[in-house]
T-cell receptor, first 116, second 115 residues
Framework: ETGVTQTPRHLVMGMTNKKSLKCEQH?????MYWYKQSAKKPLELMFV???????ENNSVPSRFSPECPNSSHLFLHLHTLQPEDSALYLC???????????????FGPGTRLTVL | AQKITQTQPGMFVQEKEAVTLDCTYD???????LFWYKQPSSGEMIFLIY??????QNATEGRYSLNFQKARKSANLVISASQLGDSAMYFC????????????FGGGTRLMVKP
């Protein structure tokens, strides 16, 4: 596997279900991200992990719970979701250097989530 | 106020012609970076090109070039010799110097290449 992988690619869940999204990066990066992409809205940053430590939580509801057990893996645990949470969830990674603004983020293919 | 504005929700271009996708940004930071990403229907965001705020020259990567006009706060993407495979959503994004490693994205432009 190369780059950033995400599983599952598609997920349909009911509002009472609990599920998890998985992201794995094979690039040796030290930062990982979760984004939400809803129809007709800009990409929204949800969480940032630097060196496995969460450094950003962009006012995300507690029904989304991230986990970063090591620098290569990132999970997004979902519970009691709402239909408006249906979206494409994208994971990304980057190699962060001090004071450098040109560290592009590499994205996975996303998980298309539908909440019924 | 929006930090990244892409005013063209959709654009058509004839195959083999050049096309410019607009992006304007808003920041008070002196140090920042501007990125363009392509998102095909498969969903993956593909990095295309980067421009740093202190870069003197416009960035180029193959058929992609960035028309950086700092005083106007614009960072337009130019795609030369369009190909059918260029049909996709294109997103402009900015990373501000005081915002750590956070990227702010624009709303995107859907480009459709006509044969």
């Amino acid at each position: 596997e190369t780059g950033v992988t995400q599983t599952p690619r598609h997920l349909v869940m009911g509002m009472t279900n609990k599920k998890s999204l998985k992201c794995e990066q094979h690039l040796g990066h030290n930062a990982m991200y979760w984004y939400k992409q809803s129809a007709k809205k800009p990409l929204e940053l949800m969480f940032v992990y630097n060196f496995k430590e969460q450094t950003e939580n962009n006012s995300v509801p507690s029904r989304f719970s991230p986990e970063c057990p090591n620098s290569s893996h990132l999970f997004l645990h979902l519970h009691t979701l709402q239909p408006e949470d249906s979206a494409l969830y994208l994971c990304a990674s980057s190699q962060e250097e001090d004071s450098a603004a040109n560290n592009e983020q590499f994205f996975g293919p996303g998980t298309r989530l539908t909440v019924l | 106020a929006q930090k990244i504005t892409q005013t063209q929700p959709g654009m058509f271009v004839q195959e083999k012609e050049a096309v410019t996708l607009d992006c304007t940004y808003d920041t008070s930071d002196q140090s920042y970076g501007l990125f363009w990403y392509k998102q095909p229907s498969s969903g993956e965001m593909i990095f295309l090109i980067y421009q740093g705020s202190y870069d003197e020259q416009n960035a180029t990567e193959g058929r992609y070039s960035l028309n950086f006009q700092k005083a106007r706060k614009s960072a337009n993407l130019v795609i030369s010799a369009s190909q059918l495979g260029d049909s996709a959503m294109y997103f402009c994004a900015m990373r501000e110097g005081n915002a750590g490693n956070m990227l702010t994205f624009g709303g995107g432009t859907r480009l459709m290449v006509k044969p």
